[in-house]
């Protein structure tokens, strides 16, 4: 769900105009930025489930999708925002970085550890929307469109550039969000 948890971003960023965009996405999809050379080097896995495509995978992020985990990255995201843009900057973007985790928490098939390397062996989370492949990409389409929405409505309040230009910055970022998320179903990217 890559496009859901980018659209939630936007959303936040449309509230929270002082913390640069490209932070909040970078926060956003942080805990997949961490499991990108950890998938490469074999460390975290995914394996198929059926024929695979949009949903269609137990995801072993055991370090990076653990729930210690993600609240350590978190406090990563929030510390750099702090030092860099304030106290409110920090905690919107460790918030940001551990909403990932709540996303991924609903559409997982139980497969997020508590602990890092899933020590202890304690069972494992996700609620498991990705089986109802369609209502989950309804769902993410829905963030999409919110996220979109909040975003254009934002842009109306800042800056000097014409309503124009902001329609056309707000419809380029929800196609591109609808794209990502095509991309998905069709079983290309994550
Ligand atoms: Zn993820």
Same mark, same amino acid.
Request: zero cysteines; aromatic letters at 10%; glycine letters at 16%.
């Given at each position: 769900? =890559?496009?859901?948890?980018?659209? =939630?971003? /936007?959303?936040?960023?449309?509230?929270?105009?002082?913390?640069?965009?490209?932070?909040?996405?970078? !926060?956003?999809?942080?805990?997949?930025?961490? &499991?990108?050379?950890?998938?490469?080097?074999?460390?975290e896995t995914?394996?198929?489930?059926?024929?695979?495509?949009?949903?269609?995978?137990?995801i072993h992020a055991n370090?990076?999708?653990?729930?210690?985990?993600?609240?350590? $990255?978190?406090? =990563?995201? !929030?510390?750099?925002? $702090?030092?860099?843009?304030?106290?409110?900057?920090?905690?919107?973007?460790? /918030?940001?970085?551990?909403?990932?985790?709540?996303?991924?928490?609903?559409?997982?098939?139980?497969?997020?550890?508590?602990?890092?390397?899933?020590?202890?062996? &304690?069972?494992?989370?996700?609620?498991?929307?990705?089986?109802?492949?369609? $209502?989950?990409?309804?769902?993410? $389409?829905?963030?999409?469109?919110?996220?979109?929405?909040?975003?254009?409505?934002?842009?109306?309040?800042?800056?000097?550039?014409?309503?124009?230009?902001?329609?056309?910055?707000?419809?380029?970022?929800?196609?591109? =969000?609808? /794209?990502?998320?095509?991309?998905?179903?069709?079983?290309?990217?994550?």
């Amino acid at each position: 769900m =890559l496009a859901g948890h980018f659209a =939630l971003a /936007a959303g936040v960023k449309a509230r929270e105009p002082q913390v640069p965009l490209w932070a909040v996405m970078v !926060a956003t999809q942080l805990l997949d930025v961490g &499991f990108v050379p950890l998938y490469l080097s074999g460390i975290e896995t995914i394996v198929p489930v059926g024929a695979g495509g949009y949903g269609g995978g137990i995801i072993h992020a055991n370090y990076t999708h653990s729930l210690v985990g993600a609240l350590i $990255l978190s406090a =990563l995201a !929030a510390g750099f925002g $702090l030092r860099r843009w304030g106290r409110r900057a920090g905690v919107v973007l460790g /918030a940001v970085t551990f909403s990932h985790w709540v996303l991924d928490l609903l559409v997982h098939r139980a497969d997020l550890p508590w602990l890092p390397g899933n020590w202890g062996n &304690f069972p494992t989370l996700g609620l498991g929307l990705w089986q109802i492949s369609w $209502l989950a990409a309804v769902a993410e $389409l829905a963030l999409i469109v919110v996220g979109t929405v909040l975003y254009g409505r934002s842009l109306a309040n800042v800056g000097n550039r014409g309503p124009v230009a902001k329609g056309v910055v707000t419809g380029l970022m929800g196609l591109l =969000l609808v /794209a990502l998320l095509a991309a998905d179903w069709f079983g290309i990217g994550g």
